[in-house]
C-alpha cells in the first residue's frame, strides 16, 4: 500500500550537462502529470510522461525538468542572422511609428528570443535522453520510496479502524438475536395492559406478527457482507498494485450495510453501534483518499 503524497530528486551529468529533476505528487483519484521542460528539452515530453506512467497511477504530480550547463560543455554562442533582421526591421518600423528618438541598438536585438543561440540549442533532443532518463528514474526511485513509507503509516491506521468496525459488528451480531425475543416480551406486555388476557404467548396471530417482525429486522445477510467486505480489505493489504480505488469501493459498500443494518434492526443498543460505526468509516474513507 502506497500514499499519494511524496517528493523525489534526481540528477545526471553527461558530456557537459546536467539534468535534474524534481518530482512532487499529492492526492488525486486520478492519474495528473504537470510537466514543466526547458524550451530544449520539450521534445522528450512523451517519454518523460512514460516513465512517469509505468510507476505512478494514481496522484497529481509536479515534474520540474532543468538542464544546466558545465563549464567544460565548450558551448560556442551563435547569431541568428535572418531572425536578428526581422527583429531590427520591425523595431525600427515600431519606433518610427511611435515617433521614438535613438534608433534600435544592438543590444535590443540581442535581447529577442531566439536570436543569440548555443550550439546545444541545436542539437538533437534525443541526445539528452539517457540523462533525462537517468534522473527520471533516480528522482522516482526516492519519491516512491518516500510514499510507500507514508503508506505503512496508512495501512496501520486503516487496519486498526477496521478492527474497530469488526468489533462492532461483532458485537451487533451478538445483540440481532435478544431483538426478537425482547420484540415478543413487549408485544406480550402491550396485550396484557391492553386487558386481552384471552391471548396466549403461542396465538397464531401472536406467532405471525413476531415472525413478521423477525423477518423486517434480520440482519444476517447484511452482517455477512461486512464480512466479506472485512476479508477483501485484508487482500487490499497484500497486494503489490494499487488498491486506492479498491479501498474507495469498500469504504463505500461497508457504509450501504452499516445503513441497512441501523435502518432494519429497530434496536437502541444497535442503533448507539451503527452511529459509532459510521464515524469511524468516514474516517477510513477520509484516509483512503490519500491511497495510491
Same mark, same amino acid.
Given at each position: 500500500m502506497k500514499s499519494m503524497t511524496g517528493y523525489g530528486r534526481g540528477e545526471c551529468a553527461r558530456?557537459?550537462?546536467?539534468?535534474?529533476?524534481? =518530482?512532487?505528487?499529492?492526492? !488525486?483519484?486520478?492519474?495528473?502529470?504537470t510537466l514543466n521542460l526547458p524550451r530544449d528539452l520539450e521534445p522528450l515530453e512523451a517519454q518523460v510522461r512514460d516513465e512517469i506512467n509505468k510507476r505512478i497511477s494514481r496522484g497529481r504530480l509536479n515534474v520540474r525538468v532543468a538542464l544546466h550547463e558545465g563549464a567544460d560543455a565548450g558551448v560556442t554562442a551563435q547569431v541568428n542572422t535572418a531572425l536578428a533582421k526581422a527583429y531590427a526591421a520591425e523595431l525600427a518600423k515600431l519606433a518610427t511609428e511611435l515617433n521614438l528618438s535613438g534608433g534600435v541598438r544592438l543590444s535590443d536585438v540581442l535581447r529577442a528570443p531566439g536570436v543569440l543561440e548555443a550550439d546545444a540549442e541545436k542539437s538533437d533532443a534525443e541526445s539528452f535522453w539517457p540523462a533525462?532518463?537517468?534522473? +527520471?528514474?533516480?528522482?522516482?526511485?526516492?519519491? +516512491?520510496?518516500?510514499?510507500? !513509507?507514508?503508506?505503512?503509516?496508512?495501512a496501520a491506521d486503516l487496519a486498526a479502524r477496521i478492527e474497530l468496525i469488526r468489533s462492532a459488528a461483532t458485537r451487533i451480531g451478538v445483540q440481532a438475536p435478544l431483538v426478537q425475543v425482547q420484540f415478543r416480551a413487549r408485544l406480550l406486555e402491550r396485550i396484557k395492559q391492553a386487558g386481552l388476557e384471552g391471548i396466549a404467548a403461542d396465538d397464531e396471530?401472536?406467532?405471525?406478527?413476531?415472525?413478521?417482525?423477525?423477518?423486517?429486522?434480520?440482519?444476517?445477510?447484511?452482517?455477512? !457482507?461486512?464480512?466479506?467486505?472485512f476479508k477483501q480489505f485484508a487482500d487490499c493489504g497484500k497486494a503489490k498494485e494499487p488498491v486506492g480505488r479498491t479501498l474507495d469501493f469498500l469504504s463505500q459498500e461497508m457504509n450501504r450495510e452499516v445503513n441497512t443494518i441501523g435502518s432494519k434492526a429497530q434496536d437502541a443498543v444497535i442503533s448507539r453501534e451503527v452511529v459509532q460505526v459510521k464515524a469511524? =468509516?468516514?474516517?477510513?474513507?477520509?484516509? +483512503?483518499?490519500? +491511497?495510491e
Open positions: 558530456d557537459g550537462f546536467k539534468v535534474t529533476v524534481e =518530482l512532487s505528487s499529492v492526492n !488525486r483519484k486520478s492519474g495528473e502529470i533525462v532518463q537517468a534522473a +527520471v528514474q533516480q528522482a522516482l526511485d526516492a519519491l +516512491v520510496k518516500m510514499r510507500e !513509507r507514508e503508506g505503512e503509516h496508512l396471530r401472536m406467532l405471525k406478527e413476531v415472525v413478521l417482525f423477525a423477518d423486517r429486522s434480520d440482519i444476517t445477510e447484511e452482517l455477512t !457482507r461486512l464480512a466479506s467486505h469511524e =468509516l468516514e474516517r477510513f474513507r477520509e484516509q +483512503v483518499q490519500n +491511497v
